[in-house]
């Protein structure tokens, strides 16, 4: 349909043209929004013209996003997004909710929210003819690009810290990218990432620097209206509007994730396909708090912090994506909140145990974050509250032990199964 029109800065406001800039603004290096034809779109379709898509992924929603089709009806491409989204019954009890929601989105291709971006980025890259892809990652983006990239036959190099968790390295190699693992820290792999990018013409998917991955995690939005009006059984008469949840709980690092939320929700509110834009939580790691820190002192301006938090996927020096991210809470009245370590495990655990959803210490902060936010009073008890899970627990082992314990070991006779059982 071609609706990309081009960007616009977040911080001074100018607007680019496609052509004229490919990651961040050229005066002041502020994260770029991609802008669309908004009355294009809303004269050409409306929700239910997505509803009737039988396409199970997020390019049901192609013409809101700046990509064409990236067509490959049968690569992982087309099987990122339209997570499972239900009603988890057994914490919304404990925590005294009546409309909780979870969307879980450890349950796509790679294994992590990061699938959404890479899906969009890999198009783009399609696109643009790039040769080569490239992006620094605690892990998961770069699985999510490793797997994208191969699903498309484009070469992908990865740049993750050394003490990145085995299985998402594993991620890594096994979908044929050059992994080279940094001795430092991820804003090191970063800052030598972009260096690369520019020395070998690399295209370059850094989350808070391509502006692209914004557009694919926005999709996570457009799902949690669409499930939730299709869950509430509320589809409306023409015109056709989707509901929009009150609160939405996210774990934050380099605060891509929310920024990309809040896209896609005020996309959603400037087409008019919903009545209003939910608060928007960001929960942080105290040991990486960088963002949770500006929310708190009323700033936007986010300050690096030496960041250490056994959640890897959350554990950011200098947020890359901050200023949108305070944003994301401050416009639309949300709130950052910030959780402990010992927190983090506790939820991972309660998540399984009460959800029977296995998240990485980063995909259960954003539950940790809720638990403090029903005590502090930030949400009603019969709120239409979304709790995101952005990472499966498979992806880190020894983390997921720290919190279950060790298994018993017997020998295999009933007597010593007892002697175990007592
Ligand atoms: C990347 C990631 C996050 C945080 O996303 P940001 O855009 O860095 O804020 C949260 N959880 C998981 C599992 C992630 O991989
Ligand atoms: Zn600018």
């Given at each position: 349909m071609g609706t990309f029109l081009g960007y616009r800065c977040s911080i001074c406001g100018k607007d680019y043209s496609p052509?004229?800039?490919?990651?961040?603004?050229?005066?002041?290096?502020g994260n770029l929004d991609v802008t669309l034809d908004y009355d294009r779109i809303r004269a050409e379709i409306d929700p239910s013209y997505v509803m009737a898509s039988?396409?199970?992924?997020?390019?049901?929603?192609l013409p809101l996003l700046?990509?064409?089709?990236?067509?490959?009806?049968?690569?992982p491409l087309r099987a990122v997004g339209w997570t499972p989204f239900y009603a988890p019954t057994r914490l919304a009890d404990d925590l005294g909710l009546s409309n909780l929601w979870l969307k879980d989105d450890g349950r796509n291709p790679t294994a992590s929210f990061k699938d959404r971006a890479s899906a969009v980025v890999v198009a783009r890259a399609q696109a643009i003819g790039a040769e080569v892809v490239v992006t620094a990652s605690t892990g998961n983006a770069g699985a999510a690009l490793a797997g994208m990239a191969a699903a498309v036959d484009i070469p992908a190099v990865i740049l993750a810290p050394q003490d990145a968790p085995q299985a998402k390295v594993a991620q890594l190699l096994i979908f044929g990218a050059q992994v080279f693992l940094i001795e430092g820290s991820y804003d090191e792999a970063f800052d030598l990432t972009l260096e690369a990018a520019e020395a070998f013409g690399w295209y370059c998917r850094n989350t808070g620097y391509n502006p692209f991955t914004a557009e694919g995690k926005k999709t996570a939005a457009f799902e949690i209206c669409e499930q939730l009006t299709f869950n509430l059984g509320a589809?409306?008469?023409?015109p056709h509007q989707w509901e929009a949840p009150d609160a939405v709980f996210v774990s934050v690092g380099d605060g891509n994730i929310i920024s990309g939320l809040h896209k896609g929700f005020k996309d959603l509110f400037e087409l008019g396909w919903i009545k209003c834009v939910p608060r928007l939580y960001g929960v942080q790691s105290h040991g990486s708090a960088a963002i949770y820190n500006a929310f708190t002192n009323g700033t936007e301006e986010i300050k690096p912090v030496q960041a250490q938090t056994l959640a890897d996927s959350i554990s950011?020096?200098?947020?890359?994506d901050g200023l949108r991210a305070v944003r994301a809470a401050t416009e639309t009245g949300g709130a950052f909140l910030a959780v402990q370590d010992e927190d983090i495990l506790e939820a991972v655990r309660e998540l399984a145990q009460k959800a029977a959803v296995f998240a990485e210490p980063a995909g259960a902060t954003s539950y940790a974050g809720l638990i403090k936010a029903v005590s502090e009073g930030?949400?009603?008890?019969?709120d239409n509250i979304v709790l995101l899970?952005?990472?499966?627990?498979l992806k880190d082992v020894k983390a997921a032990l720290k919190a279950a314990g060790e298994a018993i070991v017997i020998k295999p006779t009933l007597e010593a199964l007892e002697r175990a059982l007592n």
């Amino acid at each position: 349909m071609g609706t990309f029109l081009g960007y616009r800065c977040s911080i001074c406001g100018k607007d680019y043209s496609p052509e004229a800039v490919t990651y961040t603004c050229p005066n002041d290096g502020g994260n770029l929004d991609v802008t669309l034809d908004y009355d294009r779109i809303r004269a050409e379709i409306d929700p239910s013209y997505v509803m009737a898509s039988k396409d199970g992924s997020i390019w049901r929603y192609l013409p809101l996003l700046p990509v064409d089709d990236p067509g490959h009806f049968d690569t992982p491409l087309r099987a990122v997004g339209w997570t499972p989204f239900y009603a988890p019954t057994r914490l919304a009890d404990d925590l005294g909710l009546s409309n909780l929601w979870l969307k879980d989105d450890g349950r796509n291709p790679t294994a992590s929210f990061k699938d959404r971006a890479s899906a969009v980025v890999v198009a783009r890259a399609q696109a643009i003819g790039a040769e080569v892809v490239v992006t620094a990652s605690t892990g998961n983006a770069g699985a999510a690009l490793a797997g994208m990239a191969a699903a498309v036959d484009i070469p992908a190099v990865i740049l993750a810290p050394q003490d990145a968790p085995q299985a998402k390295v594993a991620q890594l190699l096994i979908f044929g990218a050059q992994v080279f693992l940094i001795e430092g820290s991820y804003d090191e792999a970063f800052d030598l990432t972009l260096e690369a990018a520019e020395a070998f013409g690399w295209y370059c998917r850094n989350t808070g620097y391509n502006p692209f991955t914004a557009e694919g995690k926005k999709t996570a939005a457009f799902e949690i209206c669409e499930q939730l009006t299709f869950n509430l059984g509320a589809v409306h008469e023409p015109p056709h509007q989707w509901e929009a949840p009150d609160a939405v709980f996210v774990s934050v690092g380099d605060g891509n994730i929310i920024s990309g939320l809040h896209k896609g929700f005020k996309d959603l509110f400037e087409l008019g396909w919903i009545k209003c834009v939910p608060r928007l939580y960001g929960v942080q790691s105290h040991g990486s708090a960088a963002i949770y820190n500006a929310f708190t002192n009323g700033t936007e301006e986010i300050k690096p912090v030496q960041a250490q938090t056994l959640a890897d996927s959350i554990s950011v020096d200098m947020p890359r994506d901050g200023l949108r991210a305070v944003r994301a809470a401050t416009e639309t009245g949300g709130a950052f909140l910030a959780v402990q370590d010992e927190d983090i495990l506790e939820a991972v655990r309660e998540l399984a145990q009460k959800a029977a959803v296995f998240a990485e210490p980063a995909g259960a902060t954003s539950y940790a974050g809720l638990i403090k936010a029903v005590s502090e009073g930030h949400v009603e008890p019969t709120d239409n509250i979304v709790l995101l899970n952005t990472g499966n627990g498979l992806k880190d082992v020894k983390a997921a032990l720290k919190a279950a314990g060790e298994a018993i070991v017997i020998k295999p006779t009933l007597e010593a199964l007892e002697r175990a059982l007592n």
